[in-house]
T-cell receptor, first 113, second 110 residues
Framework: GAGVSQSPSNKVTEKGKDVELRCDPISGHTALYWYRQSLGQGLEFLIYFQGNSAPDKSGLPSDRFSAERTGGSVSTLTIQRTQQEDSAVYLC???????????FGPGTRLLVL | QKEVEQDPGPLSVPEGAIVSLNCTYSNSAFQYFMWYRQYSRKGPELLMYTYSSGNKEDGRFTAQVDKSSKYISLFIRDSQPSDSATYLCAMREGAEKLVFGKGTKLTVNP
């Protein structure tokens, strides 16, 4: 079946602009996760959704970062007033439930100039 | 000290070699241990999943967890050029977020 998909695959933006990154999880997966992968930093957890609610937002680095999930499916990660340090690969993962295996999408490569 | 430490490499081996990849961790509450493989410009894919201490084998891959030493390993036997990728260890306590190592980049030369 279809895996996790993310769009866009690449995004180049100017410092100060807002960006929206989209994640389509595997159908039927109730849990959805956002991670950030920076050069030399590994994968860092950002936020986790169970259904449409976000029980754990502890990884969001600042209030410029927000995420929502609608209909228990698609999720959008929004970064406002982007900064150069926001440049990274943003990965989305989904799982059947919170303790199950996480399946990753291909990521969105964000470059802030 | 980071929660999970992993040597980033790079590691380069000839085809057919046995590869050993390792991670150490500081949180003794971690119970679930995973290894992900990530090809260039792709998302990570789950390779091995282990609960608590012990060994798990799947084909050419063996995962080991030593909770007393807070040390986990992944062994790849008869390595192939197609194994060339970055290998990420990951772990969690229970119903918690995954904590990842930084990844080890492996190249298997034909």
């Amino acid at each position: 079946g279809a895996g996790v998909s993310q769009s866009p695959s690449n995004k180049v933006t100017e410092k100060g602009k807002d960006v929206e990154l989209r994640c389509d999880p595997i159908s039927g997966h109730t849990a959805l996760y956002w991670y950030r992968q920076s050069l030399g930093q590994g994968l860092e957890f950002l936020i986790y959704f169970q259904g449409n609610s976000a029980p754990d937002k502890s990884g969001l680095p600042s209030d410029r970062f927000s995420a929502e999930r609608t209909g228990g499916s698609v999720s959008t990660l929004t970064i406002q007033r982007t900064q150069q340090e926001d440049s990274a690969v943003y990965l989305c993962a989904s799982s059947l439930s919170h303790q199950e295996t996480q399946y990753f999408g291909p990521g969105t490569r964000l470059l802030v100039l | 000290q980071k929660e999970v430490e992993q040597d980033p490499g790079p590691l380069s081996v000839p085809e057919g070699a046995i590869v050993s990849l390792n991670c150490t961790y500081s949180n003794s509450a971690f119970q679930y241990f995973m290894w992900y493989r990530q090809y260039s410009r792709k998302g990570p894919e789950l390779l091995m999943y282990t609960y608590s201490s012990g060994n798990k084998e799947d084909g050419r891959f063996t995962a080991q967890v030593d909770k007393s030493s807070k040390y986990i390993s992944l062994f790849i036997r008869d390595s192939q050029p197609s194994d060339s990728a970055t290998y990420l260890c990951a772990m969690r306590e229970g119903a918690e977020k995954l904590v990842f190592g930084k990844g080890t980049k492996l190249t298997v030369n034909p």
